[in-house]
């Protein structure tokens, strides 16, 4: 079953504690790989799409990477505002978007 | 700025009324919108497609006739939440993409916290 799935579901940093978060996909005819940023209560805000394996793109302290299997969201050295729920979604051949359940982030000061 | 604008923000209405949602694509056209249902600390749910011009395609498990998708031109799209009940509350949003020459991003509206009492 085609499906995305996020890890870990939530996750604690101090400031300037350097992490990744993980997406993977079971997808077939991937056509795009999404990562969003969520606060509370607002709609998803867009940071990336990957379309192939060995893709990167990088936004401030953000680099998103892909793999034909998984897609990792790297912080380097995150600070307290980057706390948020980050979303990853995917398109494939034939149907519309899929979210994963997000990973929930905790910079502490 | 925001490229895909969503009205209203907030919205509690009585048991057995309907609520309209807007969902707006300020400056790109969209002949596809998005209608999502996101439940507390959950992650977003596809409701629907909403199509320009033509009938809007449901997800398996979301009743049409209960939410009534109108995507009347390039840059609007409505969402009717007919016939509210308390368990139709939670937070609605939509997207729409724009497609350009290297890249196609998916802008999400603010949402519409929706609460049926």
């Known amino acids: 079953e085609d499906q995305v799935t996020q890890s870990p579901e939530a996750l604690r940093l101090q400031e300037g504690e350097s992490s990744s978060l993980n997406c993977s996909y079971t997808?077939?005819?991937?056509?795009?790989l999404f990562w969003y940023r969520q606060d509370p209560g607002k709609g998803p805000e867009f940071l990336f799409t990957?379309?192939?394996a060995g893709e990167e793109k990088e936004k401030e302290r953000l680099k998103a990477t892909l793999t034909k299997k998984e897609s990792f969201l790297h912080i380097t050295a995150p600070k307290p505002e980057d706390s948020a729920t980050y979303l990853c979604?995917?398109?494939?051949?034939?149907?519309?978007?899929?979210f994963g359940a997000g990973t929930r982030l905790t910079v502490k000061p | 700025g925001a490229v895909v604008s969503q009205h209203p923000s907030r919205v509690i209405c009585k048991s057995g009324t309907s609520v309209k949602i807007e969902c707006r694509s300020l400056?790109?056209?969209?002949?596809?919108m998005f209608w999502y249902r996101q439940f507390p600390k959950q992650s977003l749910m596809l409701m629907a497609t909403?199509?320009?011009?033509?009938?809007?395609?449901?997800e398996q498990g979301v009743e049409k006739d209960k939410f009534l998708i109108n995507h009347a031109s390039l840059t609007l799209s409505t969402l009717t939440v007919t016939s509210a009940h308390p368990e139709d509350s939670s937070f609605y949003i939509c997207?729409?993409?724009?497609?350009?020459?290297?890249?196609?991003?998916?802008?999400f509206g603010q949402g519409t916290r929706l609460t049926v009492v």
């Open positions: 997207s729409a993409p724009r497609v350009g020459s290297l890249d196609t991003e998916a802008f």
């Open positions: 997808v077939s005819g991937l056509r795009g």
């Open positions: 990957l379309y192939s």
């Open positions: 979604a995917v398109t494939w051949i034939g149907n519309d978007m899929r």
């Open positions: 400056d790109f056209q969209a002949t596809t």
């Open positions: 909403s199509n320009e011009g033509s009938k809007a395609t449901y």
